[in-house]
Each structure stands twice: as C-alpha cells, then as structure tokens.
Nanobody, 114 residues
Framework: VQLVESGGGLVQPGGSLRLSCAAS????????MGWYRQAPGKQRELVAI???????NYRDSVKGRFTISRDNSKNSVYLQMLSLKPEDTAVYYC?????????WGQGTQVTVSS
C-alpha cells in the first residue's frame, strides 16, 4: 500500500486547508484510514480516523473544526480543516490499516502563522 498526501501549506490563523490522501497498490482490504500529525519536538498524535463503514474518531482539540471523510471508490481520505490555529502547525501523515498492518504516507507540512 502506498499513500500520497497533498494539500498542505501556509495559512493564516482562522484560515482553512483541505488535505487529501490517495492509496494505491494492494488496497482492496484497507479498513481504517486517517490522519496523525507531528509537531517539532513532540510525539506523533492522532488527529482523526475513519473506518470503511464511515465511523469516525477525532482528537478533542480538533472537534468542530476538522472533518474527515473518505471516498472508497477512489481509495482516498480527506481532512477538511477550518478555523486553523498556530498549534495545528505540524507535519500531517496519512495512514491506512490493512490486515493488521499500518501504512504511512510521507507527510505534508501544515503551517499556521500570520
């Protein structure tokens, strides 16, 4: 399974971004997909995940601001981020779980700064 993210960038506080992640390779049995992030000097942390059936889970600090979605026909997962804050600055990594293995994308930088 290969994952390719896109959509990161520099945005002002209060702005929005939409991240995308497309999976390719042996993808027929992918279940959970989602996003983690890692800020400098900090551990990687869960942002949001979504199962193939559409069940979602978010970290508390992004609830009401971020929305995760997926398109199973395109083997893709998305993260719509609104009302961005400087503390959202991090490298965002896409993930996909298949048959007990977790795959990661290369990461995309999100910087929230004025």
């Amino acid at each position: 399974v290969q994952l390719v993210e896109s959509g990161g960038g520099l945005v002002q506080p209060g702005g929005s971004l939409r991240l995308s992640c497309a999976a390719s390779g042996s993808i027929s049995l992918i279940d959970t997909m989602g996003w983690y992030r890692q800020a400098p000097g900090k551990q990687r942390e869960l942002v949001a995940i979504i199962t193939r059936a559409g069940l979602t889970n978010y970290r508390d600090s992004v609830k009401g601001r971020f929305t995760i979605s997926r398109d199973n026909s395109k083997n893709s997962v998305y993260l719509q981020m609104l009302s961005l804050k400087p503390e959202d600055t991090a490298v965002y990594y896409c993930l996909a779980d298949e048959l007990g293995s977790r795959y990661w994308g290369q990461g995309t930088q999100v910087t929230v700064s004025s």
